[in-house]
C-alpha cells in the first residue's frame, strides 16, 4: 500500500509540473505575439511616417488645403493613430507653420497655426536635433489619463532641414485592439528603457498613482522587478520570471517581451495561484481518484486479514502496554496453535522483566542517594508517587531540611510554608501528571528548625514496576544562599547613586534599578527586556560604543569611562549623560554594566562657566585696547618733548644751567615714560608675554647709574644715598640691564618716597652664586600685616602721604625678578623705624670684549654726525603731528640730513615720486591715508619699490612690530623716539656710518667777517632775512650748501651752517645784521 502511494504521488506531482510548465510556456508565447503585434503596428506607422516625409520633402511650397486633406485622410486609414502634424519651418528664423489633425469624440479635426508651441507634445524643439532620422518621443502624460508617444521624422530637402512630420499614437487604444486578455485575465504593461510606465492596466499602479514599475518596490517588498529592462531590450527575446513577493506571501509569474521598434517592453504578471486554476482542479480529480482506489483496496485487505491478525494484534497490543506505558499486560488466549505457544512465553518474559526492574529500581535508588550525598552544595534526591507522597528520599535531606530520612516519608505538600507555594505545587504536579514535564522550578519549604529554605526542584518520570503506579524521581537544590545574595546584589544596584542598566551583548534590558526608572520615567517591568536603543535618540546611535553587535568585541571595547552621550526619556525629553561601562561574566553568558549619570546641571554649569570666561576675555582684551591706546596717546606728546630735548641737548656749547634745565625736562619725561612702561609691564607680565633680554653688562656702573638717577631726589630730602659694593664683584655679568635697572629704580625710589629722614642704602654682594641686592631705608616702615599687600597692583600702604605713583613698582619688581631667575622679593619691617628689601639674581659671568663692544655702540650716540662724504642724504619725514614732524627733522639735519616733511600718507606718496629719497621715517595713525597704505603705495611706484621705510609709531608691543615689519617697513622705532636708537637704525638701513661729534670749536666772528666780500655779504644777508622770515631753515641749509660748493671752501659758511642744524636762530639773526652792517661799511670805504 506504501508503494502505491509512493507510485501515484510521483504521478501527481510529474503531472502537476508538466501542467504548469505548459501554462507558463503558453503565458509567454501570448505575450510574445502580443509584444510582436504592437511592435508590427508601431513599425507600419514608422513605415508611414518615413512615406508621408518622403513625400512631402519633394514640395517646394505646401498648400494649406491640400495638407489638411492629406492628415485627414491618413487619420481615416490608421485607425489607432490619435494625430498627425506637420511642422513646417517658413524662413531662417525658427517661425513654424503647424499643421494637425487628431481626434476628438470619434471626430477628426484638422488645424493650422503658426505657433508650434499650441501642440500638445510641445517637447518637439528639445528632441529636435537628434540627425536625419525618425525617432519615437519620450511619452508624456499621466498615469489617469494615459500616455501619447510620436513618432517624429525630419523632412529635408537637400541639406536643408524643411520641416518634421510626426504621428500620435496612444499605446493603450494601440494594446487594446492588438491584445487578448482571456488567460485568467493578466494586467499588461508597456515600459520604457527607464522602467517608467508607457500604458498599463495595472491595479497596483493606477490605485497609487505610479510613474515608474520602480516605485512598486516598496509596495510589494521586492527589488527585482525588471531592473535590467535595457539589457533585455536589446537581447530581444521574451523572459519568464518567479518572484516571491513577501507583502502579498504569495509567488507572481511576471512575463516580458520586446517592442523592438520602440525599444519598450511589454510586460504582464499574475499570481501563482491564478496561472495554475485549472491545473489545481485536475490535480483534485486525480487525488479523488486515488483515495476511492486506496479505500477500496483497504477495505478488501482488512476482510481477508482479520481472521489472521487479529490474535496478533491483541498480543502487540499487549505488548505495548507493558513496553511503552508500564502496564502489566493481561493476556489470554485460549488457542494452542502457534499464536497461543508465543502468548504463554511473552506472559513469562513479562514476569521476569517485572522482577529485574524492581532490582534495579532499588538499587538505583540507593546508588542516586549516595551520589547526591557526595555532592557540592545541598542535594536530597527523593522519589513520589502519583499521589504526591514520598516513597524514597535520600539520607542528605537531614543537611537540607534537617529532618531524617524516616521523618520525611509523607505527603510532598506537606512541607510548604503557605498557601500561595500549595498551589503554585499542585499546578506544577498537575502538568506532570498529564505528562509535561516542564523546566526547574523553585519551592519555600520549612525547615525542621522552624526556618524557611528556597529549594530548587528538578523532577522528571521515573516509570514504574511490576504493576505499581508510575513514580517520579527528583533533585532538591537549596538556593537560599544564593536568593539571598541575589537580593542582596539588588538592594546594592538600587542603592547605587547613578541609574544602573544591565543589558546583553545584544542590546536587551536585563536588569535596573530605581534610579534608572526614575531618569527614564518607565517602571522596571517597561524597561526589562527594553531594546537599550530606544533610550538613545537616532543622531546618537550610530556614535554610541554599545548599541553594536558586542559578542565578538574587544574587553577594551566594552569599558567606557565618563563617555558622553544624549538619552530620551519616556517624555521624549533629550538629556545629556556620561556613561562608565564595565562586562559582567557570569554563568549565563556576558552582560555589560552600565552606570547612567544625568550632567545636565553639570552641562549648565560648564556653559556658565564658558560664557563667563568668553566675558573675561573680552574684558580682557578691552582692557589691552584701553592701554594700547592710552599709550600711543601718551607716547606721542611725550616724543615731542623727550625728542626736542635730544635735539637741543646735542649742541655741546650750551650754558651749564641751560644744559640742566634740558636735562631736567629729559628726565621728567623719561619718569612720565616709566610710569606708562609699569601699567604695560603689568599687563605684559599678566599675560606671560614679557621676555628676558640678556646683555653684557658693568653691574658696578650700573649700580652706579641708579645712584646717579635718584641721588639729586634724595638730596632735595636731605636723605643720604650711599652705595655699598661688597667685592669681589664679576666685572662682566650677563643680565637683562633694563629689567634690573627697572626693579633698582622702583625699589630706592620708593625708599626715598617714604623716608622723610635717615638714609638709604644701596648694597650689592655675592652669595652662593647669585647676586644679593639690599635696599635699606629708615623711613616710616611697614605695619606686619601689610608685608604681602605692598606687593599688590595699584596697591599703596601709605595711601594718606602724597608720594605719586601707580602703585605698580613694586608689583612689577616681584614679578620681573621672577622673570629674570629670582624668588621674588623678601621684605621685613619695623613700622616706624624703616624697611629692609632684599632679592636675588643668577650670577652669570660674560665676556668683557662683549661690554667693550656695547659701550662702542651706544657711547655719544646722541652726538652722532654724518660723515663729509655723506652729507645731504635725503630723508622725507611723515607725521600728523606738527611738533613731532619737525623735531624730528631738526634731528636729522642737525646730523647732516637733507630733509622733507610730510602730514599724511597721500602727502608722502606725492613727495616719493616726485624726488629721490634715500629714506622715509612714517608715522603710522595719520588721517587721509595711514602709514601702512602709504608704504605699500610707494612700493608699488616704479623704480621706488626699494626705498628704505622706518615705522615710527605709539604702538610699542611686540605684535606690532612684527606687523609693521611684515607690512613692507625695514624697520622700527617706537615712540618717544631716542637719538641713539635713531641714528643706529639709520647707519644699518642704509649702510653708512656716523661720527662722533666733537665739543663745537669757538668761532671768531670778526676774523670769518673780514673774508668777505661785498656780493658774497649781501647774497648772504637775502638768504638770511628770507629764511629767517619763512622760519625754513632746511632751504637755508640747502642753499649754504650750494654756496660753499661754488666758493670751494669758506669757514664762515661753516659757521652759519652749524648755526642752522642747532636751529640758533636768535644767532642767525644777529648775524644778518652784523653782514648787512659789514656790507655797508664796505660799500662806504669803497
Known amino acids: ?245 513577501p507583502m502579498q506571501q504569495q509567488e507572481y509569474w511576471l512575463v516580458g517581451a520586446p517592442i523592438s521598434s520602440g525599444n519598450w517592453w511589454m510586460t504582464t504578471h499574475i499570481r501563482r495561484e491564478v496561472a495554475l486554476t485549472s491545473v489545481r482542479e485536475q490535480a483534485q480529480v486525480e487525488a479523488l481518484v486515488m483515495l476511492l482506489s486506496l479505500v477500496l483496496i483497504f477495505s478488501c485487505a482488512c476482510l481477508v486479514s482479520d481472521r489472521i491478525s487479529r490474535p496478533v494484534s491483541r498480543l502487540k497490543q499487549s505488548m505495548d502496554d507493558f513496553t511503552y506505558r508500564q502496564i502489566k499486560p493481561v493476556i489470554s488466549c485460549s488457542s494452542s496453535d502457534e499464536i497461543g505457544s508465543l502468548t504463554e512465553s511473552f506472559r513469562t518474559l513479562v514476569d521476569k522483566l517485572a522482577d529485574r526492574e524492581q532490582a534495579l529500581h532499588d538499587a538505583r535508588t540507593n546508588n542516586i542517594g549516595h551520589l547526591v550525598q557526595r555532592l557540592r552544595g545541598s542535594y536530597f534526591y527523593f522519589n513520589l508517587d502519583l499521589d504526591g507522597c514520598i516513597t524514597h528520599v535520600s539520607p542528605s535531606v537531614e543537611a537540607v531540611l534537617g529532618y531524617k530520612d524516616n521523618d520525611f516519608i509523607r505527603p510532598f505538600i506537606g512541607f510548604l510554608t503557605n498557601q500561595d507555594m500549595k498551589l503554585y505545587y499542585r499546578e506544577k504536579f498537575r502538568n506532570v501528571q498529564a505528562g509535561h514535564w ?84 518607565f517602571h522596571r517591568d517597561e524597561l526589562v527586556n527594553m531594546p537599550l536603543k530606544l533610550l538613545t535618540p537616532d543622531k546618537e546611535r550610530k556614535r554610541h560604543p554599545l548599541l553594536g553587535e558586542l559578542n565578538h568585541a574587544n574587553w577594551e571595547e566594552l569599558c567606557l569611562l565618563e563617555f558622553e552621550s544624549v538619552c530620551v526619556d519616556r517624555q521624549s525629553r533629550l538629556f545629556p549623560v556620561e556613561i562608565t561601562s564595565n562586562p559582567l561574566k557570569t554563568d549565563d553568558g556576558l552582560f555589560i554594566s552600565m552606570a547612567i549619570r544625568d550632567i545636565t546641571e553639570r552641562k549648565k554649569i560648564e556653559s556658565e562657566v564658558t560664557t563667563a570666561r568668553e566675558q573675561a576675555e573680552r574684558a580682557n582684551q578691552a582692557k589691552g585696547l584701553f592701554l594700547s591706546n592710552m599709550s600711543h596717546e601718551l607716547r606721542t606728546p611725550l616724543n615731542g618733548v623727550l625728542g626736542n630735548a635730544q635735539l637741543l641737548l646735542r649742541n655741546r656749547n650750551l650754558p651749564e644751567h641751560e644744559r640742566k634745565f634740558l636735562q631736567s625736562i629729559e628726565a621728567s619725561g623719561k619718569h612720565l615714560l616709566s610710569v606708562i612702561n609699569d601699567i604695560l609691564d603689568m599687563t605684559k607680565i599678566e599675560s606671560s608675554e614679557i621676555d628676558l633680554n640678556l646683555t653684557a653688562n658693568s653691574v658696578r656702573e650700573l649700580m652706579q647709574d641708579v645712584q646717579n638717577i635718584l641721588i639729586e631726589k634724595a638730596a632735595g630730602k636731605g636723605i643720604e644715598l650711599r652705595l655699598i659694593i661688597e667685592e669681589p664683584i664679576p666685572e662682566v655679568v650677563m643680565l637683562d640691564e633694563n629689567k634690573l635697572r627697572q626693579v633698582l629704580i622702583n625699589l630706592v625710589s620708593n625708599a626715598v618716597k617714604y623716608t622723610l629722614k635717615g638714609s638709604v ?211 622700527y622705532l617706537g615712540k618717544p623716539l631716542d637719538a641713539g636708537q635713531l641714528f643706529d637704525s639709520v647707519a644699518r638701513l642704509l649702510d653708512i656710518s656716523f661720527e662722533e661729534g666733537s665739543v663745537d670749536k669757538v668761532w671768531d666772528e670778526k676774523q670769518l667777517l673780514s673774508t668777505l666780500g661785498i656780493d658774497q655779504c649781501v647774497e648772504l644777508v637775502s638768504m638770511l632775512l628770507v629764511a629767517l622770515e619763512l622760519g625754513d631753515l632746511e632751504s637755508l641749509e640747502h642753499s649754504l650748501m650750494v654756496l660753499k660748493e661754488e666758493l670751494d671752501s669758506n669757514e664762515f659758511i661753516d659757521y652759519l651752517l652749524n648755526l642752522s642744524r642747532d636751529m640758533n636762530v636768535e644767532k642767525l639773526e644777529q648775524l644778518a645784521r652784523q653782514l648787512q652792517a659789514h656790507s655797508e661799511q664796505s660799500k662806504s670805504v669803497g
Open 1 to 245: 500500500m506504501l508503494l502505491y502511494n509512493l507510485i501515484f504521488g510521483v504521478h501527481l506531482y510529474l503531472s502537476i509540473k508538466q501542467a504548469t510548465d505548459a501554462v507558463a510556456k503558453r503565458l509567454t508565447e501570448q505575450v510574445w505575439h502580443y509584444a510582436n503585434e504592437v511592435d508590427a503596428y508601431a513599425n507600419n506607422i514608422v513605415r508611414m511616417a518615413h512615406s508621408s516625409s518622403g513625400l512631402l520633402s519633394r514640395k517646394k511650397f505646401i498648400d494649406r488645403l491640400d495638407v489638411e486633406n492629406y492628415l485627414e485622410n491618413l487619420l481615416q486609414e490608421y485607425k489607432l493613430t490619435r494625430g498627425v502634424s506637420l511642422l513646417w519651418l517658413k524662413s531662417n528664423y525658427r517661425r513654424w507653420k503647424v499643421y494637425h489633425a487628431y481626434r476628438s469624440d470619434n471626430n477628426i479635426h484638422v488645424e493650422s497655426n503658426s505657433n508650434a508651441w499650441l501642440l500638445p507634445q510641445h517637447i518637439w524643439w528639445l528632441q529636435s536635433q537628434k540627425g536625419r532620422h525618425g525617432y519615437w518621443t519620450e511619452p508624456r502624460g499621466n498615469i489617469q489619463t494615459g500616455w501619447l508617444v510620436s513618432y517624429m521624422v525630419p523632412i529635408y530637402s537637400g541639406n536643408m532641414l524643411q520641416g518634421y512630420f510626426m504621428v500620435d499614437v496612444d499605446l493603450a487604444d494601440l494594446r487594446h485592439q492588438v491584445v487578448d486578455t482571456d488567460i485568467a485575465q493578466p494586467k499588461f504593461s508597456i515600459l520604457n528603457g527607464f522602467g517608467n510606465y508607457v500604458q498599463t492596466d495595472s491595479d497596483t499602479a493606477l490605485k497609487y498613482q505610479l510613474q515608474s514599475i520602480y516605485q512598486s518596490q516598496d509596495l510589494y517588498g521586492t527589488s527585482r522587478l525588471w531592473n535590467d529592462i535595457r539589457k533585455l531590450v536589446e537581447v530581444g527575446k521574451p523572459i519568464f520570471r518567479k518572484v516571491w513577493v
Open 761 to 971: 642704602e644701596l648694597k650689592l654682594a655675592v652669595h652662593a652664586r647669585q647676586l644679593l641686592f639690599t635696599v635699606t631705608d629708615t623711613g616710616v616702615g611697614i605695619p606686619r600685616g601689610d608685608l604681602e599687600r605692598v606687593f599688590e597692583p595699584f596697591r599703596q600702604v601709605h595711601a594718606n602721604m602724597q608720594v605719586g605713583g601707580t602703585g605698580l613698582g613694586l608689583a612689577i619688581s616681584r614679578k620681573l625678578v621672577v622673570v629674570m631667575g629670582g624668588e621674588g622679593i623678601n621684605v621685613t619691617s619695623k613700622e616706624g623705624q624703616g624697611s629692609k628689601f632684599q632679592f636675588k639674581v643668577p650670577l652669570v659671568s660674560g665676556n668683557p670684549d662683549l661690554l667693550d663692544e656695547k659701550r662702542r655702540l651706544q657711547g655719544g650716540s646722541i652726538h652722532m654726525n654724518l660723515r663729509e662724504e655723506d652729507r645731504g642724504i635725503q630723508v622725507l619725514v611723515v607725521d600728523d603731528i606738527e611738533n613731532n614732524r619737525d623735531m624730528l627733522a631738526a634731528l636729522l639735519m642737525s646730523a647732516g640730513f637733507s630733509v622733507r616733511r610730510a602730514c599724511n600718507g597721500v602727502e608722502a606718496v606725492e613727495a616719493v615720486k616726485a624726488h629721490n629719497f634715500q629714506l622715509v621715517l612714517m608715522d603710522i595713525r595719520m588721517p587721509v591715508m595711514d602709514g601702512v597704505q602709504a608704504i605699500t603705495r610707494i612700493r608699488q611706484i616704479k623704480g621706488k619699490g626699494e626705498v628704505k621705510s622706518i615705522a615710527v609709531t605709539a604702538s610699542v608691543s611686540h605684535e606690532a612690530k612684527e606687523c609693521l615689519l611684515k607690512q613692507g617697513f625695514d624697520g
Open 438 to 521: 516542564g523546566e526547574a522550578f523553585e519551592l519555600d519549604m520549612r525547615h525542621k528548625n522552624g526556618s524557611t529554605r528556597r529549594i530548587e526542584i528538578f523532577w522528571s518520570d521515573m516509570g514504574g514496576s511490576s504493576g505499581k503506579r508510575t513514580l517520579i524521581e527528583g533533585l532538591a537544590n537549596d538556593i537560599t544562599e544564593r536568593v539571598n545574595d541575589t537580593k542582596k546584589f539588588k538592594l546594592l544596584l538600587d542603592s547605587a547613586p547613578d541609574a544602573t542598566v544591565v543589558a546583553t551583548p545584544e542590546g536587551i534590558i536585563g536588569m535596573v534599578n530605581t534610579r534608572a526608572e526614575a531618569l527614564f520615567g
